[in-house]
């Protein structure tokens, strides 16, 4: 016991009194009529959050009813305690701060002892404790109730909680992350994508080569594809060619291709179209067919994103870099200026012709100028690392820094992004600068050297399980590993706000703040939610430190109900299961928490 009292003490310190609830995950606004417990919780702000789904709170109210008459004068009590399983801040009620101290022979909530004493007197001959039936009076005295009923932290005990006098903390900022690692032991993870067919599949792509197939329910992954013989990188730490990315087509389910991002032995960044076999499910080498090879006169800048828009399924989006160096030596311009060169660019072409490399789409912005090459749909782009499009279908890039800024940019069709005449907001080639005031696109933010040195993009968040996160674009830094989210605002300009990892007090139950410090990309599944890939050290690609981590809010989630069944923490809550024993010196209540994947008892 002098173990979880330091413990607890620790959380006081660390993060004192963040919601949390027993299954020690965040809590959620319900949704659904059945609302049983909303009058226990009088706090106002209280009642906005619930650890119990609609569905809970009914089940709960059968089994306070099956408990004791409701004419009796301990219903009331025997609800009111039994519904602090449903508080926002249930860990702190009932003790359980830390999992791995969390008790469950004292699983009961904290009561003020007035309240206990009046509990005690109005529910000892009419309460009938489950799976007996003896009544609360014939088993336990009033001391030895009430003694189980006390907590460590008295400031949470039931009705008075004056640990909430001045209203609790804010649960809706979302500044603060968890990861739950879904696959550990990965060499250089740089991208994660579903296939826009089973809804249960991740596919993680290594930089050396190898694609794995994840199954997220179970963990469980399959080398799926092994590209290694065509994706060129070596063990150099820092390399930054190989394996690059991958993109299923839209209609994948009934055409089982799916498109590659390579680094070929011979020097040229490859985008080729690949199937699935039919008879073993897996990727099939030899079905490439080259859709695109660029020649690269450098080995870094390599870009390396491939995209479909839900509503442009047959046009597939290439992002490159500026063909590697530094300053974009390339000519009296640099690649990223020059409109002949598909290097610091993003291509669209059109790829539906079997028969054809690709088609030029019609609507391509310069398809109808000959200055430029008609795969162009945006340009003056350094080293865009991850691109993505959000629900709106806006594409959302973020570009890696010569030497004062990484930035953000929403890139749309024929706008020039400013590089090698700018980077970022900042000049670069004053000559180029001066030729071209103001026809430059300016990134939606930027940040200086001082906070990062390599920006990582990742996605708009269209997830249900972290409402706080809703409809922000999330990054991150490879070199600073610090994590960041934008905010848009009404008048179109978007807020960047700093995020950390959380405490071990927060991260509890298979999830952790202790994430890899080297973001090499990020994720995104079919539900929407979204996953961090990183490594340990600017490693070789050989080196198996990398891992991939759903991001996961522990201020405030979703109720069950209203998520996929992937995530679903679908909580069957025994709210009362009083273990009677044939003495009277202990009391002993077994709750059970069942999620989709683990079964702890509590």
Known sequence: MLFRTFAIFLCFVEVYGHPQCLDYLPPFQSVGNNKYCDAVLSNPVLTQWTCCSASSQSALSVQVAQAVPSSSSCYEYFKNVSCMRCHPYAAHVYDAEFASSFDASTALPGLDTQYCADYYQACAEDLVLPGSTSKLGQVYTQ????????????????????????????????????????????????????????????????????????????????????????????????????????????????????????????????????????????????????????????????????????SDKHKLF????????????????????????????????????????????????????????????????????????????????????????????????????????????????????????????????????NEGKSITGGHVYRGCLNPNLAGMYLFGDYVSGRIWKLQENENKTWTRHNMKWGSESQCQKGLTGKVQSKILSYGEDAYGEVYILVSSTAQSSDARNGAVYRLVDPSLGADPSSCSSLYDRNLTLSFFNATVKSTVTTVTTTTTITTTTTTTTT
């Open 318 to 449: 290439i992002t490159t870099g500026d063909g590697g160096g530094a300053g974009d030596r390339f000519g009296t311009i640099g690649n990223g200026q020059n409109p002949k060169s598909m290097l610091g660019k993003i291509l669209r072409v059109d790829i539906s012709d079997e028969t054809k490399q690709y088609t030029i789409p019609t609507d391509n912005p310069f398809v109808d100028d000959n200055k430029f090459a008609p795969e162009i749909w945006a340009w003056g782009l350094r080293n865009p690392w991850r691109c993505s499009f959000d629900k709106k279908e806006r594409l959302f890039c973020a570009d890696v820094g010569q030497n004062q800024r990484e930035e953000v940019d929403i890139v749309e069709a024929g706008k020039n992004y400013g590089w090698r005449g700018a980077e970022g907001e900042i000049c670069y080639d004053n000559a180029l600068c001066k030729g071209n005031p103001g026809q430059w696109e300016l990134p939606i933010t930027t940040y200086p050297r």
């Open 143 to 310: 001391q030895q109730w009430c003694k189980a009923h006390t907590i460590l932290d008295a400031s949470y005990a039931y009705p008075s909680q004056k640990a909430f006098n001045d209203g609790p903390p804010d649960v809706t900022n979302g500044d603060v992350l968890c990861g739950d690692p879904v696959m550990t032991n990965v060499a250089n993870p740089i991208a994660a994508v579903h296939d826009n067919n089973n809804s249960e599949l991740l596919y993680v792509v290594e930089q050396r080569g190898y694609v794995y197939q994840l199954n997220l329910r179970t963990r469980k992954r399959v080398r799926w594809f092994d590209m290694s013989s065509k994706a060129y990188v070596t063990s150099r730490s820092g390399d930054e060619r190989g394996l690059l990315a991958l993109v299923f087509h839209p209609d994948f389910s009934t055409n089982l291709k799916f498109y590659i991002m390579y680094y070929a032995r011979y020097g040229d960044t490859v985008i080729s179209e690949f199937k699935v076999s039919l008879s073993t499910g897996l990727a099939d080498l030899s079905t490439e067919r080259v859709i695109m090879s660029i020649d690269q006169p450098r080995s870094n800048h390599n870009g390396g994103a491939l995209l479909f828009k839900n």
